[in-house]
């Protein structure tokens, strides 16, 4: 995607050294500010702290991360206490367990001396992957616009997204804003209601300027506002990513996509997932029982950061000071109310047999009743 005219990717490894690059997500959209990770801390930290956020990110963040720990001790005890570190950096984005996965048994089928080497393509090649996924994503998505668009008349189609899954959610491209870029790229018009998304506010200040860079025309809206705009017409489609989806169509994605997702089913209003394969845990088959939610810091509901009259960046405190606050940083939408979910081989029902339809390889996945995945 392009800033100020420059192409970037969300997240890339240094084209010298063993470091990353990354864009800090934390500062947007006040200052456009990279920020240089050259150690396994920085990068769990950089999760931890949100600077890397969107599930398709954080799992190459994870795979560049353990890369970092190849190239300073690439010895089996060491990258199984990477491998623990990056786990517990965020518990509910299923796409960080999956990188870890794919990289750590390959690294430990080969000698020390070579993992540092075999890390790093297989990190590479993971960013690049993403960025196919999620271009795939999008050309499957711009068939749903596509169809609804056929019936405005030529008027703009209005979009309601849920919290960040554009380009800085993942290496590139995005997630449920990549069928929207691939629309207005190919000259449909689309309008996006883009929520607030209390209380880290993802969409008022992510999504918005991603929007804004592309020129594609958006408002934003308090949280609480999308069912009445459902009620009143004004949403045609929503279309949001996820952080983790059982293998039976449970989408669990930012706090109050559950509550839309109610909404848009009550006025018959299609509501959709986007996300990559990577995002599926096919060990999981009820959401709401087995997904692990995170409990963010309580600061972030209680204080709010913006810029003043003086164009300075503020934080305030929003609450009493001696009222306390939680903070379930996600929830889970039912199957039953999702119309579809988007994937890079095609679009599916919210329904086991058809995910696996697109997904024929995972038919051996199985748990035992009961029984509970955790990342």
Known sequence: MQVNGEPYRAIWLDHEGAKIHVINQTVLPFRFELQTLDTLSDVTLAIRDMVVRGAPLIGAAAAC??????????????LQQARRELLGAR???????????????????????????????IAQQICDDDVATNS????????????????????????????NAGWLATVDWGTALSPIFKAHDAGIAVHVWVDETRPRNQGASLTAWELAAHGIPHTVIADNAGGHLMQHGQVD?????????????????????YLKA??????????YAALPSST??????NGVKEIPIEERPAEELTHISGVDTDNRVTRIRLTPEASPAANPAFDV????????IITERGIALASEPALLDLFPEQQAERVLPGSISTP
């Open 65 to 78: 991360g353990l890369y970092l720990a190849a190239d300073t001790n690439p010895e089996d005890d060491h």
């Open 333 to 340: 939408t039912p199957r039953h109310l999702v119309s579809g």
């Open 136 to 163: 795939a994503i999008g050309d499957h998505g711009l068939v749903v616009i596509a169809e609804k668009a056929r019936h405005k008349n030529g008027e703009p189609l209005n979009i309601l997204t849920h919290c």
């Open 262 to 271: 109610l909404a848009a089913h009550d006025n018959d209003v299609p509501f």
């Open 237 to 257: 489609l929503c279309i949001v990513g996820s952080d983790r989806t059982t293998r039976t169509g449970d989408v669990c994605n930012k706090i109050g996509t």
């Open 91 to 121: 518990p509910t984005a299923v796409n960080l367990r999956w990188a870890l996965d794919q990289m750590l048994p390959r690294l430990l089928e080969v000698p020390p001396p070579s993992r540092a080497g075999v890390a790093r393509s």
């Open 280 to 285: 599926i845990d096919w060990t999981v088959h």
